[in-house]
């Protein structure tokens, strides 16, 4: 799980006001010294996170915010890159003081979670000062903003357990719509993956995508069969029956295509990928539209 990239991990981010606990939660839930903790104000001022496992979700990143009310002109600035964590959140986490009343902070806050249907949980923390008033506002809060908020301590009771929970219950379910290719094929389907292997290959692995391929053909209930670019051909003429599909990479597509017959369908790694995490009719698009430019046009490339 270590090796999972980022994009791939559920982003879960800690917003709220400066010296709420935000970043004494995010080390109480890792188990590590990951944020700077400090009884000062602002001690947070850019973005921290932390890539680790949290069952049963898997893989992903603890992100550890600035104050939403950080002050001066080097505050707006943190602030604003606090802000623009929202667009890299799967889920919120909204952290309270015990005894602090949300304000308008946390109601704009909220306003943007739901505005971009984030969902979201809430942490009154240092619940350990008063744990029956911090039970009061958990079960306030969360009738008032409709999601969940739990009494939290990142130094005693009662802990980080509820929070925990709250996380796992309220982390959106599979984010990616659409797989790499397991809708392609049908249960006992041979898919024919093609690696070159030479000076530009990773020596002695497998890049992510090949990777991914084989898992979910696999959980597909087909069979992946991986071979070399030279000998594709040599391979689909000793094969019985003729596979469902054959997936090369884009270096050596040209070969590919020539030796697998019309017959068979042929794509790449790459437009699996552009599929499985953006939008293909779009890109495709992008793509005709290159034979139209002309010397002197500009392209935006985001």
């Known amino acids: 799980m270590a090796g999972t990239p980022t994009s791939l991990r559920l982003h879960i981010s800690f917003f709220g006001r400066r010296n709420v606990g935000k970043s ?3 080390n109480a839930l890792t188990g590590q010294a990951v ?5 000062v104000p602002g001690t947070t001022t850019d973005p921290v996170q932390r890539a680790m496992e949290l069952k049963p979700l898997g893989p992903v990143v603890l992100i550890d915010t600035a104050g939403l ?7 707006r600035l943190r602030v604003e890159r606090t802000r623009q964590v929202l667009d890299r959140t799967d889920l ?13 902070l946390e109601q704009s806050l909220v306003r943007a979670l739901k505005a971009r249907r984030i969902p979201a949980v809430g942490a009154v923390n240092k619940a350990d000062l008063d744990p029956a008033a911090a039970a009061r506002q958990a079960a306030a809060c969360s009738k008032r903003f409709g999601f969940p908020f739990v009494p939290t301590s990142a130094t005693g009771s009662p802990g980080v357990e509820l929070l925990r929970q709250a996380i796992i219950d309220q982390a959106p379910g599979d984010r990616q719509q659409i ?3 397991a809708d392609l094929i049908r249960p006992g389907d041979l898919v024919v993956l093609v690696v070159p292997i030479d000076s530009g290959a990773p020596k002695g692995r497998l890049i992510l995508p090949q990777v ?4 979910e053909i696999l959980d597909a209930g087909g069979t992946a069969l991986v071979v070399r670019d030279r000998d594709l051909r040599k391979v689909l003429e000793q094969l019985p029956d003729r596979p469902a599909l054959v997936v090369t990479d884009s270096q050596v597509f040209a070969r590919v295509d020539a030796d697998t017959p019309p017959e068979i369908p042929l794509t790449s790694f790459s437009i699996l990928m552009a599929r499985h995490k953006g939008d293909l009719r ?14 002197g046009d500009r ?3 985001a």
């Open 69 to 75: 009310d950080d002050e001066g002109e080097l505050g």
């Open 282 to 295: 779009e890109l495709v698009e992008g793509a005709r539209a290159i034979a139209s430019l002309r010397p």
């Open 35 to 39: 944020a700077l903790v400090s009884p």
């Open 212 to 215: 991914q391929a084989i898992r």
């Open 24 to 26: 004494s939660l995010v």
């Open 179 to 181: 797989p790499l290719l």
């Open 92 to 104: 919120a986490v909204v952290v309270l003081e015990c005894g602090q009343e949300p304000g308008e």
């Open 299 to 301: 392209v935006l490339i």
